[in-house]
């Protein structure tokens, strides 16, 4: 089992930036691909980035490529999500995932999640 707790959501305006964290606990968290979605109201939960064991390979959504970097730290169980030039259209509750697999899975893979952080874009 695994339990994910993300922080560093907030509300910031267009052009800015935030940094997401996803803090890991319980089995071994440096052999799990670990993933962030993101989910609007209204709208279909998204696939935005995702990151090998060992951060060797990742993976963007093409609506935050060149904007978004995942990246992790093993040695603190943790997965950070930066986000810079933020858009309106970012707006979303975003979530942690892990999948009990090294390498990048697709989307419906992941069993452990996180219960979300509020990302507010204004305009």
């Known amino acids: 089992q695994v339990q994910l707790v993300e922080s560093g959501g907030g509300l910031v305006q267009a052009g800015g930036s935030l940094r997401l964290s996803c803090a890991a606990s319980g089995r071994t968290f440096s052999s799990y691909a670990m993933g962030w979605f993101r989910q609007a109201p209204r709208k279909e939960r998204e696939y935005v980035a995702a990151i090998t064991w060992n951060g060797g390979v990742t993976y963007y959504a093409d609506s935050v490529k060149g904007r978004f970097t995942i990246a992790r730290d093993n040695a603190k169980d943790t997965v950070y999500l930066q986000m810079n030039s933020l858009k309106p259209e970012d707006t979303a509750v975003y979530y942690c995932?892990?999948?009990?697999?090294?390498?990048?899975?697709?989307?419906?893979?992941?069993?452990?999640w996180g219960r979300g952080t509020q990302v507010t874009v204004s305009s």
């Open positions: 995932a892990a999948a009990s697999h090294p390498f990048l899975v697709e989307r419906d893979e992941y069993e452990y």
